[in-house]
């Protein structure tokens, strides 16, 4: 693949600056030959080398355009190559006609703004060197009697030609310096524009390799500070209406680790009011508590509403130091990568939603029987690497049924609600409660042995009967542990299932530990989960090899 060459900071290939320049000679060719042709005597008629000088220039225009095409790497060469030779090519055709007083010496000037807009203000500043030094060598070369002086004999008020040459160099650097001024204004807000749409686009990428909220609003902040220089800033959104903090950048640690409750905010407020961006010069602490607690000393903010579908999502809020005014080009960068970022937010939270839903009971809240079983088989790994407990803990409501006949499928929902409200509660913060299904839960114990999980048990099994009920209601528990009594998830689940149906037939009301599976049982799942791990797939992932749970419709409810 041919490599195209660019020149620094340029977004036009050289290729494509190379070609305008080529144009541009041949249009200046054809002016001079034409005028020589047409008019003469703007040209001085008694000089005929102009024309055999024109024509080598337009030659070596050839050679270039053959070389360009044949060698396009060496095209950067070529473009600087060609300057100089059109700096020789103007200087010698300016002394052909006149010298100081040649009409074509003006053509010094437009070949310079050319240069200096097409390519750039530091090749402008060169090339203007490069022709102020062939004037003074052709001027020398004059004076020294090596060329012969062709400026006219009878020349009234336009000084010596030292004096005219001066006044023409000085009219060449005011025409570089402008141009070059000019030119690397452009060239930096160029430069500028084209780095906020390359972040912009960066910032675009990162979002999509993103799938939750926070990962959006840290790759959001992180964004604008690099690209901006922000000293601080936080994004403060939420699906459900109050504005936590979910990303933030220079705040002190204790704030930024403890950031307190979420509270309204006015700033963020008159943001969404208005749909549009909010500059704030300081925060009212009163009017503005949380914020300002957030950002302390703040000044010079830029408050970004962050909105998809007409839907107010939360703030973008960043503190710059450029003094009381920020660029246009800043605010309007800021706003789209907020308008990126809240699209994807709320495509998280859409998500986040969906998974959540899965993975919870419809009806009580808590983990459903697909997350029960993946847990358990995570957890029963984790404890065969660390050589740990992993106990559970099978609960059932008694004599459910009969309260379902009794007082409706409703008061019988209430009741599941408000026995998983209990379970919840009464776990650690990593323990997993699950409806296992019907009136049946699940717990899962990470870390616990048998006694201790029996301890457990028996505070879950009360916490159910405390649950409100429109009836008093008990509960029966069954406990097992791995590897106490059992070989892996499935058999720990038949083990604990097999304990509550003891507890079921010795009257209710209790909490049985297991007795273990049989020994075949044990063996069967310590096969079945060396050939798992060695096919790599799940134990029990095979239907031949799941051990089913004790059916419930066998026994009384």
Same mark, same amino acid.
């Given at each position: 693949?041919?490599?195209?060459?660019?020149?620094p900071?340029?977004?036009?290939?050289?290729?494509?600056?190379?070609?305008?320049?080529q144009?541009?000679?041949?249009g200046?060719?054809?002016?001079?030959?034409?005028?020589k042709?047409?008019?003469?005597?703007t040209l001085?008629?008694?000089?005929h080398?102009?024309?055999?000088w024109?024509?080598?220039?337009?030659c070596?225009?050839?050679?270039?355009?053959?070389?360009?095409?044949?060698?396009?790497?060496?095209?950067?060469?070529?473009?600087?190559?060609?300057?100089?030779?059109?700096g020789?090519?103007?200087?010698g055709?300016?002394?052909?006609?006149g010298s100081t007083?040649s009409?074509?010496?003006?053509a010094?000037?437009?070949?310079?703004?050319?240069?200096?807009?097409?390519?750039?203000?530091?090749t402008?500043i060169k090339?203007?060197?490069?022709?102020s030094?062939?004037?003074?060598?052709?001027?020398?070369?004059v004076?020294?009697h090596v060329?012969?002086?062709?400026?006219?004999?009878?020349?009234?008020?336009?000084?010596?030609a030292?004096h005219r040459l001066?006044i023409f160099?000085?009219?060449l650097?005011?025409?570089?310096?402008?141009?070059?001024t000019?030119s690397a204004i452009n060239e930096?807000?160029?430069?500028?524009?084209r780095?906020?749409l390359?972040?912009l686009?960066?910032?675009?990428?990162?979002?999509?390799r993103?799938d939750?909220?926070?990962?959006?609003?840290?790759?959001?902040?992180?964004a604008?500070?690099?690209?901006?220089?922000?000293?601080?800033?936080?994004?403060?959104?939420?699906?459900?209406?109050?504005?936590?903090?979910?990303?933030?950048?220079?705040?002190d640690e204790?704030?930024?680790r403890?950031?307190?409750?979420?509270?309204?905010?006015?700033v963020?407020?008159?943001a969404?009011?208005?749909k549009a961006?909010?500059?704030v010069?300081g925060?009212?602490?009163?009017?503005d508590p949380?914020?300002?607690r957030?950002l302390?000393?703040?000044a010079?903010?830029?408050v970004?509403?962050?909105?998809?579908?007409?839907r107010s999502?939360g703030?973008?809020?960043?503190?710059h130091t450029?003094g009381?005014r920020?660029?246009?080009?800043v605010?309007?960068?800021?706003?789209r990568?907020?308008?990126y970022?809240?699209?994807?937010?709320?495509?998280a939270?859409l998500?986040?939603q969906?998974?959540r839903?899965?993975?919870?009971d419809?009806?009580t809240?808590i983990a459903?029987?697909?997350?029960?079983?993946a847990?358990?088989e995570r957890e029963?790994?984790r404890?065969?690497?660390?050589?740990?407990?992993?106990?559970?803990?099978?609960v059932?409501?008694?004599?459910f049924?009969?309260l379902?006949?009794?007082?409706?499928?409703?008061?019988g929902?209430?009741v599941?609600?408000?026995?998983?409200?209990?379970l919840?509660?009464?776990?650690?913060?990593?323990?997993?409660?699950?409806?296992y299904?019907?009136e049946?839960?699940?717990?899962?114990?990470p870390?616990?042995g048998?006694?201790?999980?029996?301890?457990i048990?028996?505070? @879950? &099994? %009360?916490a +159910?009967?405390?649950a409100?009920?429109?009836?008093?209601?008990?509960a029966? #528990?069954g /406990?097992a !542990?791995y590897?106490?009594?059992a070989?892996?998830?499935d058999?720990?689940?038949?083990?604990?299932?097999?304990?509550?149906?003891?507890s079921k037939?010795?009257?209710?009301?209790?909490?049985?530990?297991?007795?273990?599976?049989?020994?075949?049982?044990?063996?069967?799942a310590? @096969? &079945? %989960?060396? +050939?798992?791990?060695?096919?790599?797939?799940?134990a029990?992932?095979?239907d #031949?090899d /799941?051990v !089913?749970p004790?059916p419930r419709?066998s026994?009384?409810?």
């Amino acid at each position: 693949m041919t490599r195209v060459a660019t020149l620094p900071g340029d977004a036009v290939p050289v290729t494509e600056r190379f070609r305008i320049t080529q144009w541009l000679r041949l249009g200046a060719v054809g002016l001079v030959l034409l005028c020589k042709l047409l008019a003469p005597d703007t040209l001085l008629p008694d000089r005929h080398d102009l024309v055999p000088w024109t024509l080598g220039f337009l030659c070596l225009t050839g050679i270039a355009e053959v070389l360009a095409r044949t060698l396009p790497r060496r095209t950067l060469l070529l473009f600087s190559g060609m300057l100089m030779v059109d700096g020789v090519w103007l200087a010698g055709a300016s002394w052909l006609t006149g010298s100081t007083t040649s009409p074509l010496r003006y053509a010094m000037l437009l070949h310079l703004g050319a240069v200096c807009l097409l390519a750039s203000y530091r090749t402008g500043i060169k090339l203007a060197v490069w022709h102020s030094l062939l004037l003074f060598t052709i001027r020398n070369m004059v004076a020294g009697h090596v060329l012969s002086d062709t400026s006219p004999a009878n020349l009234t008020g336009y000084g010596s030609a030292d004096h005219r040459l001066a006044i023409f160099i000085v009219v060449l650097w005011l025409v570089a310096f402008s141009t070059s001024t000019l030119s690397a204004i452009n060239e930096r807000e160029l430069r500028r524009r084209r780095g906020d749409l390359e972040a912009l686009t960066s910032l675009a990428e990162q979002i999509e390799r993103t799938d939750d909220s926070s990962s959006v609003a840290r790759t959001l902040l992180d964004a604008a500070v690099t690209t901006y220089g922000f000293p601080r800033g936080v994004v403060l959104a939420s699906s459900e209406g109050h504005l936590p903090v979910l990303a933030s950048y220079g705040l002190d640690e204790d704030v930024a680790r403890r950031p307190g409750r979420p509270g309204p905010s006015l700033v963020v407020g008159q943001a969404h009011e208005s749909k549009a961006t909010v500059l704030v010069r300081g925060l009212d602490t009163e009017a503005d508590p949380w914020l300002a607690r957030l950002l302390p000393g703040a000044a010079n903010l830029v408050v970004v509403p962050l909105s998809a579908e007409g839907r107010s999502l939360g703030a973008l809020v960043v503190e710059h130091t450029g003094g009381h005014r920020i660029q246009r080009r800043v605010v309007t960068g800021l706003e789209r990568s907020a308008s990126y970022a809240a699209l994807a937010l709320r495509n998280a939270w859409l998500l986040e939603q969906v998974q959540r839903l899965a993975a919870t009971d419809g009806l009580t809240k808590i983990a459903n029987r697909r997350t029960f079983e993946a847990t358990l088989e995570r957890e029963v790994a984790r404890a065969t690497r660390s050589a740990e407990h992993v106990s559970l803990v099978m609960v059932d409501i008694d004599h459910f049924k009969g309260l379902n006949d009794t007082h409706g499928h409703q008061a019988g929902d209430e009741v599941l609600r408000n026995v998983a409200a209990s379970l919840s509660c009464e776990c650690r913060d990593f323990d997993t409660p699950a409806r296992y299904g019907g009136e049946e839960f699940a717990v899962i114990l990470p870390g616990c042995g048998p006694d201790e999980a029996l301890d457990i048990a028996e505070r @879950l &099994r %009360r916490a +159910v009967g405390a649950a409100p009920s429109i009836v008093p209601i008990t509960a029966s #528990a069954g /406990v097992a !542990t791995y590897p106490s009594h059992a070989g892996d998830a499935d058999t720990l689940v038949r083990a604990a299932d097999e304990a509550l149906y003891r507890s079921k037939h010795a009257g209710r009301d209790r909490t049985s530990v297991s007795e273990g599976v049989p020994p075949e049982a044990q063996v069967d799942a310590l @096969l &079945r %989960r060396a +050939v798992s791990q060695r096919l790599g797939r799940p134990a029990g992932s095979d239907d #031949a090899d /799941v051990v !089913t749970p004790t059916p419930r419709g066998s026994e009384p409810s």
